[in-house]
């Protein structure tokens, strides 16, 4: 059945077509019978919980960034059966991002292009959000990050006050933190992967965690793009200052395996690969830096997951939890139930 609407679906801007799709869901689940009939179909009966970070997952699989940028759906994805969600990238000032068309699909390659440009409403709307939809589902287990950035305007040397306000502002109201610096989509921001403006920038955020009774993790998201050198310095930083954990990885600039023919790829422009054609090079990323580090940094495998398969992969290499998001959008609701039964 996905496989009709999502051929039907395909036809529009992908955009447009992705806040269409979440628009109905949220109406069909502001049904109560509608709601339960799509947590009967697509919720995991016997999943197992995952214990990290003093956190309790129900489930291995959540939601990538940017699928929920501000946290609108958080009741829906719930109802279809993710054990967590990370919205954002939330900045501490509203921002449009990129100028549209930003979204692009290769079915080809079951992969999308995407230049969004952390477009989002800013922290104050989200944390509002996010504390309204905390009050009103107190018994809910669904685990939610928030993944913090810096707007575009804000210059690199003053990066770091971006991620101390949206970190602070979120800290009541997420359950974990992920600090994007790799998102091929705003200018210069892969500049802050250096060790120096990783350590100013994740030193500060610590530093006011040591201030909150209830720690929060942690992590970084990193690029699959790294150089090795890169990548050993991310490493090295995070056992030196002891950061919680790593998502691995992000997008990738790289468009050599694509099967889609060039001039297309050509036109859509620039930004960053998701999608079936990441799967190798975040493999490789996870299981270079699982045995680098001995397993001592927990990592969420993200990138070319499309499969129940492909998600033992990502464990088997190194990964505690794993996030969908273009696998979601090509595979359907029903790919969340299928890694849960298979991943045990």
């Given at each position: 059945?996905?496989?009709?609407?999502?051929?039907?679906?395909?036809?529009?801007?992908?955009?447009?077509?992705?806040?269409?799709?979440?628009?109905?869901?949220?109406?069909?689940?502001?049904?109560?019978?509608?709601?339960?009939?799509?947590?009967?179909?697509?919720?995991?009966?016997?999943?197992?919980?995952?214990?990290?970070?003093?956190?309790?997952?129900?489930?291995?699989?959540?939601?990538?960034?940017?699928?929920?940028?501000?946290?609108?759906?958080?009741?829906?994805?719930?109802?279809?059966?993710?054990?967590?969600?990370?919205?954002?990238?939330?900045?501490?000032?509203?921002?449009?991002?990129?100028?549209?068309?930003?979204?692009?699909?290769?079915?080809?390659?079951?992969?999308?292009?995407?230049?969004?440009?952390?477009?989002?409403?800013?922290?104050?709307?989200?944390?509002?959000?996010?504390?309204?939809?905390?009050?009103?589902?107190?018994?809910?287990?669904?685990?939610?990050?928030?993944?913090?950035?810096?707007?575009?305007?804000?210059?690199?040397?003053?990066?770091?006050?971006?991620?101390?306000?949206?970190?602070?502002?979120?800290?009541?109201?997420?359950?974990?933190?992920?600090?994007?610096?790799?998102?091929?989509?705003?200018?210069?921001?892969?500049?802050?992967?250096?060790?120096?403006?990783?350590?100013?920038?994740?030193?500060?955020?610590?530093?006011?965690?040591?201030?909150?009774?209830?720690?929060?993790?942690?992590?970084?998201?990193?690029?699959?793009?790294?150089?090795?050198?890169?990548?050993?310095?991310?490493?090295?930083?995070?056992?030196?200052?002891?950061?919680?954990?790593?998502?691995?990885?992000?997008?990738?600039?790289?468009?050599?395996?694509?099967?889609?023919?060039?001039?297309?790829?050509?036109?859509?422009?620039?930004?960053?690969?998701?999608?079936?054609?990441?799967?190798?090079?975040?493999?490789?990323?996870?299981?270079?830096?699982?045995?680098?580090?001995?397993?001592q940094i927990p990592i969420i495998g993200s990138g070319g997951i499309?499969?129940?398969?492909?998600?033992?992969?990502?464990?088997?290499?190194?990964?505690?939890?794993?996030?969908?998001?273009?696998?979601?959008?090509?595979?359907?609701?029903?790919?969340?139930?299928?890694?849960?039964?298979?991943?045990?």
């Amino acid at each position: 059945m996905y496989y009709i609407i999502r051929h039907i679906l395909f036809l529009f801007d992908a955009e447009k077509v992705h806040h269409f799709a979440m628009g109905c869901l949220r109406f069909f689940c502001k049904i109560p019978f509608t709601r339960k009939m799509i947590a009967s179909i697509y919720q995991p009966k016997k999943a197992r919980p995952i214990h990290i970070w003093n956190l309790q997952f129900p489930n291995i699989v959540g939601l990538g960034a940017g699928f929920d940028k501000n946290a609108q759906y958080l009741t829906e994805l719930e109802t279809l059966g993710f054990g967590f969600v990370e919205i954002g990238t939330v900045t501490p000032l509203p921002q449009e991002g990129n100028p549209k068309p930003r979204l692009f699909r290769l079915p080809k390659d079951e992969a999308l292009i995407n230049r969004m440009g952390f477009n989002n409403e800013g922290v104050d709307v989200i944390a509002a959000r996010l504390k309204e939809w905390r009050n009103k589902n107190q018994q809910s287990r669904m685990i939610i990050g928030g993944n913090i950035g810096k707007n575009k305007v804000t210059p690199n040397e003053q990066a770091v006050k971006d991620y101390e306000i949206c970190y602070e502002k979120l800290y009541d109201v997420v359950d974990y933190f992920v600090v994007n610096v790799s998102s091929p989509n705003t200018p210069g921001l892969r500049e802050l992967q250096e060790k120096e403006s990783l350590r100013n920038i994740l030193t500060s955020l610590q530093k006011i965690k040591f201030k909150y009774e209830n720690k929060k993790p942690l992590l970084l998201k990193i690029a699959p793009d790294l150089s090795k050198e890169q990548i050993d310095d991310v490493v090295d930083l995070s056992l030196e200052i002891k950061l919680d954990g790593l998502v691995v990885s992000n997008t990738t600039i790289d468009r050599s395996e694509l099967n889609t023919k060039e001039n297309k790829v050509e036109k859509i422009g620039a930004g960053g690969v998701s999608g079936k054609p990441l799967q190798h090079k975040s493999n490789e990323l996870i299981s270079y830096i699982h045995q680098r580090t001995k397993g001592q940094i927990p990592i969420i495998g993200s990138g070319g997951i499309y499969s129940p398969k492909s998600a033992k992969n990502k464990i088997y290499y190194g990964a505690t939890l794993v996030q969908i998001w273009t696998g979601f959008v090509y595979e359907g609701p029903g790919l969340i139930k299928k890694i849960i039964r298979y991943v045990k």
